[in-house]
């Protein structure tokens, strides 16, 4: 997971398989927080109260800000939540919680088989969700006069610039995100564009947008 980009699902998907005489329900959601995943996790357990086991894992942010969670649910430690944490992380996705809700058949699967079986629950949900990469922008204003503005719009667009809106004045002011490494020669080509007479001005050091796959 890169620090300044990851995956994001795009809304709740479910799957299930069947391992063995076991059968296993995932359930997969975008969250943004611990609070709201916990409250996903309850209402899977109560949907499914007879299942022998609702293992979880959940991972929120990146980088510094980075809180992952998992939890095995009465399994052998290390066999369910991780494994399941483990396959979100390798695809680079974040900001989720998973629920491996499992219904035992009456043949153990062992530790191994346990491992390999949450896994695949994963991967499941993961083949089904639709996703959107949340990129790290920072957010600026710009300044300009009329007889510059479509340069600037033109060079935004071409540059990956998301235009959040502008405000037609005595100038136009164009507020807009560009990708978080390309600050400096942003702020360059603009003055270039505008011949000196543009304002730059940065709102936000870090914001997180969502690009839809």
Not at 152 to 175: D, F, K, P, S
Not at 186 to 207: I, P, S
Request: hydrophobic share 40%.
């Amino acid at each position: 997971m890169s620090r300044d980009c990851y995956y994001v699902p795009r809304k709740p998907v479910r799957a299930r398989i069947a391992v063995g005489a076991c059968r296993f329900i995932g359930t997969l959601a975008p969250v943004s927080g611990e609070e709201e995943a916990q409250e996903l996790i309850q209402a899977v357990r109560k949907e499914f109260p007879d299942a022998t086991h609702h293992a979880y894992a959940l991972s929120i942010g990146c980088g510094a800000s980075l809180i992952e969670r998992c939890h095995d649910d009465g399994e052998p430690a290390l066999t369910a939540g991780a494994p399941m944490l483990q396959v979100f992380k390798g695809a680079g996705l974040s900001d989720l919680v998973m629920v491996g809700t499992r219904y035992f058949g009456g043949v153990k699967l062992g530790i191994g088989g346990l491992t390999r079986a949450y896994s695949a629950c994963a991967r499941a949900c993961l083949e089904q969700a639709e996703l959107a990469e949340k990129e790290k922008r920072f957010k600026f204003n710009l300044a300009v006069g009329y007889e510059h503005l479509g340069a600037v719009l033109r060079y935004l667009e071409g540059c990956g610039g998301g235009i959040i809106g502008i405000e037609y004045g005595e100038q136009a002011a164009v507020t807009a995100t560009l990708p978080h490494d390309r600050a400096e020669k942003a702020r360059a080509d603009f003055l270039e564009l505008t011949r000196g007479q543009g304002c730059w001005k940065v709102l936000e050091e870090e914001v997180w947008v969502l690009r839809e796959e």
